[in-house]
T-cell receptor, first 112, second 117 residues
Framework: GDSVTQMEGPVTLSEEAFLTINCTYT??????LFWYVQYPGEGLQLLLK?????DKGSNKGFEATYRKETTSFHLEKGSVQVSDSAVYFC???????????FGQGTRLTINP | GAVVSQHPSWVICKSGTSVKIECRSL??????MFWYRQFPKQSLMLMAT?????????EQGVEKDKFLINHASLTLSTLTVTSAHPEDSSFYIC?????????????FGPGTRLTVL
């Protein structure tokens, strides 16, 4: 079945550091890919998305490119802030199904 | 736009009682809503998919009689945890799919923390 694998956390960085959170997926069809962010005690918020190969999703300085050849959707940000501290989830949704399949989540902590 | 609310945001109940959690799409119509359960420091586990006007589809291992789901309108789905026990304590999150959006994006509620004493 479909699956998503994220780099294990926790990840701790200093403010203004470069961030990469790796995400790879396995899917039989042509999925849409998502990054969600969860702040402490809250539900998930969509951070960015890409619906087809080579699309680049971007929001709040975060970017991720849908790479079909490597089945990846790595999340990047050039300069992180303390307010970026949260748990980040990579997810996919196959075109034929309605379900979201989530990765295990990566906890990010940014120190001032 | 695309706001999903949940009520209550937290609830504490005694073992053996039932608890109802509401999930509402505030500014769009959701033919499909999803219920997830999240344990501390873990990912979301899909419990069931709820389609308006029909029975919910439960994931393997989720007890239908324990987690009753009703999706009576295009903007409301409810999850009732019946005869709750301490092991049911968890963070329950709902999401909704906008029927007018072609790709499978889901909009999430803020979650409900259930504590069963």
């Amino acid at each position: 079945g479909d699956s998503v694998t994220q780099m294990e956390g926790p990840v701790t960085l200093s403010e203004e550091a470069f961030l990469t959170i790796n995400c790879t997926y396995t899917a039989t069809g042509y999925p849409s890919l998502f990054w969600y962010v969860q702040y402490p005690g809250e539900g998930l918020q969509l951070l960015l998305k890409a619906t087809k190969a080579d699309d680049k999703g971007s929001n709040k300085g975060f970017e991720a490119t849908y790479r079909k050849e490597t089945t990846s959707f790595h999340l990047e940000k050039g300069s992180v802030q303390v307010s970026d501290s949260a748990v980040y989830f990579c997810a996919l949704s196959d075109q034929g199904a309605q379900k979201l399949v989530f990765g295990q989540g990566t906890r990010l902590t940014i120190n001032p | 736009g695309a706001v999903v609310s949940q009520h209550p945001s937290w609830v504490i109940c005694k073992s053996g009682t039932s608890v109802k959690i509401e999930c509402r799409s505030l500014d769009f119509q959701a033919t499909t809503m999803f219920w997830y359960r999240q344990f501390p420091k873990q990912s979301l586990m899909l419990m069931a998919t709820s389609n308006e006007g029909s029975k919910a589809t439960y994931e393997q291992g989720v007890e239908k009689d324990k987690f009753l789901i009703n999706h009576a309108s295009l903007t409301l789905s409810t999850l009732t945890v019946t005869s709750a026990h301490p092991e049911d304590s968890s963070f329950y999150i709902c999401s909704a799919r906008d029927r007018d959006v072609s790709y499978n994006e889901q909009f999430f509620g803020p979650g409900t923390r259930l504590t069963v004493l």
